[in-house]
């Protein structure tokens, strides 16, 4: 049995399944968010004002270098799944399919970025 309205197979839409699953990913993510943003913070906030081999050497400590790359991660997701929500909102056909693997690409790229940046630092 299918629950769409006339309105719902005429446009296309389906039912509102999805919605669930990415409320709790979007949850989830916040939650982690609160202890990442600070986190993130307070090690920019420590590594300031530091000359390059200092900042180098506190960066190469595998505590702060595995919060960085944590923090980096959720945070880079949480805005990828932002912007997917906003673009699957407001772009249609085929630019909207394209926009979400743009999006896509450039979230990865940039958290391979920083695994690379911050494994190069800390190796």
């Known amino acids: 049995m299918r629950y769409l309205t006339d309105r719902k197979q005429a446009t296309g839409m ?15 993510s916040s939650i982690l968010m609160v202890f990442a ?5 307070l090690i920019v906030a420590a590594a300031m004002g530091g000359s ?3 900042v180098t050497a506190y960066l190469a400590q595998p505590g702060i270098a595995l919060i960085t ?7 880079i997701n ?17 630019a909207g399919k394209l926009s979400i693997v743009a999006c896509r690409a450039f979230a990865y ?4 970025a920083t695994v690379f940046a911050v494994a190069r630092i800390a190796l």
């Open 14 to 28: 389906g039912s509102g399944r999805d919605g669930t699953a990415h409320f709790w990913n979007m949850i989830v």
């Open 37 to 41: 943003v600070p986190a993130l913070v």
């Open 52 to 54: 390059h081999a200092e």
């Open 69 to 75: 790359i944590l923090s980096a991660g959720v945070i």
């Open 78 to 94: 949480h805005v990828m799944h932002e912007a997917l929500e906003a673009i699957e909102d407001y772009v249609h056909g085929t």
């Open 109 to 112: 790229v940039l958290i391979a």
